[in-house]
């Protein structure tokens, strides 16, 4: 297992193998409404057709407990799963209680921001001037526009390179020919 893929929780990991090969084998069936192969897999209740969504939009994929999976593992791949980390911190961040807010917003800052984080996203420089501001008073809305970003970076470069993965494109296929 390659260093980038030890970082990925091992719940997710072992999610993603599980619903590719889940996939693939009930794509295989042609009876479309069976929804598990068997109690190892009745926790994974999806429809069939789902991977054919995900194309639909990057807001369906990032909304579909399976596909944020294996998206998330896609980036893994592609050495940039920081991205989904961050924008999922920012999602998380914004549930936060007020009393626990400042801790929660420097963790964030300190991990994919600051100059020395050890999963800096991919920022411009007013971008982190404007959210290291945006720390001094803190609301709900403070990583906002970092978020925003790489929200953007990840529509317009890494989503188009999730649908063209072997991956993806094994699924839809298999969807589509049911």
């Not at 194309?55 to 596909?67: A, C, I, R, V, Y």
């Not at 294996?70 to 936060?96: G, H, K, M, P, Q």
């Not at 420097?106 to 501001?133: Q, W």
């Not at 390179?161 to 969807?175: I, Q």
Request: contains cysteine.
């Amino acid at each position: 297992m390659c260093r980038a893929l030890e970082s990925l929780p091992i719940t997710c990991l072992e999610r993603a193998k599980e619903l590719k090969a889940l996939f693939g084998s009930l794509l295989q069936k042609s009876d479309q409404s069976i929804t598990s192969q068997s109690k190892k897999h009745d926790k994974l209740r999806f429809n069939i057709e789902e991977p054919l969504k995900w194309k639909e939009s990057f807001e369906k994929l990032l909304s579909s407990q399976n596909g944020l999976c294996l998206f998330r593992a896609f980036l893994v791949s592609e050495f940039s799963e920081e991205n989904i980390a961050f924008y999922l911190a920012c999602e998380d961040y914004r549930e936060t209680k007020p009393s626990k807010q400042a801790a929660k917003a420097k963790k964030i800052y300190d991990e994919f921001i600051g100059s020395d984080a050890p999963r800096e996203v991919n920022l411009d420089h007013v971008t982190k001037a404007i959210t290291k501001e945006n720390m001094e008073h803190l609301n709900n809305s403070c990583f906002s526009l970092a978020q925003a970003k790489i929200y953007t970076l990840m529509e317009k470069d890494c989503y188009p390179r999730f649908l063209k993965s072997s991956t993806y494109l094994e699924l839809s296929r298999k969807a589509k020919t049911g």
